[in-house]
């Protein structure tokens, strides 16, 4: 019975046999034993790793040279002296020219006021006063008195007359107001003043309106 029964058990197939032997085929490989092929393993995994942190580490500075530091900065103190001094002039000439320039448009109001005393004087003779009633005189007097105050007055603040008679015609500070041929005088020579000019300092305030004497 005992031999029936080992006769009749299962016996290991082929097919048991290659399915072990696929199965130990496709497990993971084992951890290499021997240690420089660990350290090898090691390594290759981690070099990525150590390139990331050469790139991230700071890159050492060349050391500066003290003397071409000093150089620098007593450039900079240098430019930073001339900007002053530019600076200072340009406030100091923007004063003066305030103080001297800044009543032009007052100056050149005035003139008006100049002009007038002067045609008021000018209608009536110095002949033709004698003869003129006392209050009239006073009167005359007044207004001779005012324009030499005027005058006075634009002396101090360097405010002149250009009178230009006689002389030779300048576009800078004269107006033409006619040619005249035919007076003897060479061209261009000013041969009337019709409004006298005036000038402040070396600018001009108004040109003169003058008669000019034209070739012949």
Known sequence: ????????????????????????????????TDPADAAKAHDTASAPEAQLASDDAPQEQAPIDPADQMAELNDKLLRALAELENTRRRAERDRIDAQQYGMMRFGRDMLSVADNLGRALAALPEESRADLPENVAALIEGVAATERDLLATFERHQISPITPLGEKFDPNFHEA????????????????????????????????????????
Do not use: C, W
């Not at 300092?201 to 000019?212: K, N, Q, S």
């Open 1 to 32: 019975m005992v031999d029936e029964m080992k006769s009749h058990s299962p016996q290991e197939s082929p097919e048991n046999t290659d399915a072990e032997t696929l199965a130990d085929d496709t497990a993971a490989p084992e951890t290499p």
């Open 177 to 216: 107001m006619f040619e005249a041929p035919g007076t003897g005088q060479a061209a261009g020579t000013i041969i009337e003043v019709i409004e006298a000019g005036y000038r402040i300092g070396d600018r001009l305030l108004r040109p003169a309106r003058v008669g000019v004497a034209k070739a012949d």
